[in-house]
């Protein structure tokens, strides 16, 4: 099956940059926590930054240090004002995933891109100049003061570029941040690019693909 979506959306960290906040707080806490405590260190660092989204909004590096703050505090480690700021510093020079690149570049003559990410107006640029294509439009939760998976901040979206989702694609590797409430709120087709870092289900109408690669076949290209 293809689609003719009027825009296509992208999530950004995870699905088209490398999201490294697990092994840049692996390497950083290494000296801190034991090896064989450090998944579930991790695990609990990206649990806690999802519940710290579902509020009301705040600066991404708030939500950066209250949930590292968080895990230390669940794991008895330590915890460094400086570890935030390490951690909050390495995002712009995260690269993109392998092809993705090229894919966008396949793309963007034929259906405008759009980025929504849980980012920051001042963070989001390094990392849209790493993905090379032209974009669009690149919408923050900064601008939408949601994160996602909130419904606020695709809605800000759709405000934007006064399309409604039923004329849209949305692309992610996340289910829980993305694609669920993709759904929810009737996308007309939703991509989910398996990087493996989320379990991947049938139940919310997505096509699933192993490769990037495999995107511009969706739309027909």
Not at 107 to 112: F, L, N, Q, S, T
Not at 146 to 160: G, S, V, W
Not at 187 to 192: L, P, Q, S
Request: charged share 20%; hydrophobic share 45%; aromatic share 12%.
């Amino acid at each position: 099956m293809t689609f003719k979506p009027k825009f296509i959306s992208f999530d950004c960290y995870g699905t088209l940059i490398n999201f490294e906040m697990g092994p840049t707080a692996k390497s950083l806490f290494k000296d801190r926590v034991p090896a064989g405590r450090m998944p579930a260190f991790l695990d609990s660092f990206r649990a806690y930054r999802l519940d710290e989204v579902l509020g009301e909004w705040k600066p991404f590096f708030e939500v950066v240090k209250n949930s590292i703050r968080r895990a230390c505090k669940a794991h008895g480690i330590a915890y460094q004002a400086s570890d935030a700021v390490a951690l909050y510093e390495a995002i712009p020079t995260w690269q993109p995933h392998p092809n993705v690149v090229e894919v966008l570049e396949a793309i963007a003559p034929h259906v405008p891109l759009v980025i929504l990410s849980n980012s920051m107006v001042d963070l989001i640029p390094a990392s849209v100049a790493h993905l090379k294509a032209k974009f669009h439009a690149v919408y923050t939760a900064e601008e939408a003061r949601a994160y996602k998976p909130r419904f606020q901040a695709f809605e800000y979206m759709f405000d934007q570029l006064g399309c409604a989702p039923d004329q849209m694609m949305h692309v992610s590797s996340s289910f829980r941040y993305d694609l669920m409430t993709a759904s929810d709120l009737g996308f007309m087709a939703k991509a989910f690019i398996d990087r493996g870092h989320e379990p991947t289900s049938d139940a919310y109408g997505v096509s699933r693909l192993t490769d990037v690669r495999q995107l511009p076949g969706l739309l027909g290209l």
